[in-house]
């Protein structure tokens, strides 16, 4: 029930309208009776002034979206080292001298994998990708000792510079840059591949990065970044060849619940994670096969 106690998260970024954002954080308050809620804040244009006027109207955290992730920076007092390292920033946490900036997609994308049952630590992982998804992801393969990453993406001279990136950053040369076209060159082995295209989201459904049975065959588990449709062409091809596959939900979830505790100075435990979930899922139609 809101009431005169009632303290105020947000998202803000430009376009908010379609956010799953607020199904997250408005459970968890429901499941800890937390007097909390979230709500979308359209920013058309001034970034610094909508975080200013957040600070001043006591929101107690926001998380941030295209395309102000790096852009927000320069609102906040402090920058979590982490965070400072992507180059993105999506949450928002209020202290004593303003908003300090974190990122949660990339340890989100951790936990979604950990819950899924993918291991990092010592694999050697195809990365397809190189924008901003691509990002938390090479940093998350760099930081949590993937073995071996190779870096597929259309224009190479991006997948180069984040390589390059990585490597001054975490101090690890695990990331190795490659077209698209050269995948024919990978070792003979299998990889956990990790879909962060924007190819094959809703309404490009039918659509995948590489539609070529042969690198499928190199798969032995994939993992989509993109969730909606739920079953992406990525996802079909890499199950046709006989991999496993998963859709990105999960880390929409995690990079939720971590925010979530940041603001609230809590731990989520998993059943409660999981709770959220299932809601996640209902209000996006994905069955429980998904
Ligand atoms: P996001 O925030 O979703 O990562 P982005 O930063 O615009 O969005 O990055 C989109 C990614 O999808 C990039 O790696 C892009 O490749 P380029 O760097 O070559 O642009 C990739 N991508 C988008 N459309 C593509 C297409 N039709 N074929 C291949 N790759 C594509």
């Known amino acids: 029930m809101i009431d005169g106690h009632t303290k105020v998260c947000g998202l803000?970024?430009?376009?908010?309208?379609?956010?799953?954002?607020?199904v997250i954080h408005n459970t968890l308050a429901e499941l800890f009776s937390h007097n909390l809620a979230y709500v979308p804040f359209p920013v058309e244009k001034d970034v610094h002034q909508a975080v200013l006027g957040a600070y001043a109207l006591d929101v107690l955290g926001l998380n941030v979206t295209v395309p102000y992730k790096s852009k927000v920076m320069e609102a906040l007092s402090q920058v979590d080292p982490l965070a400072e390292k992507i180059g993105a920033v999506n949450t928002l946490v209020r202290t004593e001298e303003g908003f300090k900036g974190y990122n949660t997609d990339m340890?989100?994308?951790?936990?979604?994998?950990?819950?899924?049952?993918?291991?990092?630590?010592?694999e050697k992982?195809?990365?397809?990708?190189?924008g901003g998804a691509a990002r938390a992801a090479a940093f998350m393969c760099a930081q949590w000792g993937a073995e071996q990453v190779y870096l597929l993406n259309r224009s190479y001279g991006k997948a180069q510079a984040l390589a390059g990136e990585v490597k001054e950053k975490t101090g690890r040369d695990c990331i190795c840059p490659m077209a698209l076209g050269e995948y024919g060159n990978l070792p003979e082995e299998k990889f956990l591949a990790i879909q962060a295209t924007s190819v094959g989201l809703y309404p490009d459904v039918d659509k995948a990065v590489i539609e070529e049975e042969a690198f499928y065959r190199k798969i032995h588990t994939g993992y989509d970044l993109v969730y909606k449709p739920a079953n992406t062409r990525f996802m079909q091809l890499v199950k046709k060849q006989g991999g496993q596959a998963c859709h990105g939900l999960k880390m929409l979830l995690y990079q939720g619940i971590i925010a979530y505790e940041l603001w609230n100075g809590i731990s989520v435990p998993e059943h409660m994670a999981l709770q959220v979930y299932e809601k996640l899922k209902h209000k996006m139609g994905i069955g429980d096969e998904g």
């Open 12 to 22: 803000i970024g430009n376009p908010v309208g379609h956010t799953m954002s607020p």
């Open 107 to 122: 340890p989100g994308l951790y936990r979604a994998l950990c819950s899924e049952g993918i291991r990092l630590e010592g």
């Open 125 to 130: 992982v195809i990365l397809l990708g190189a």
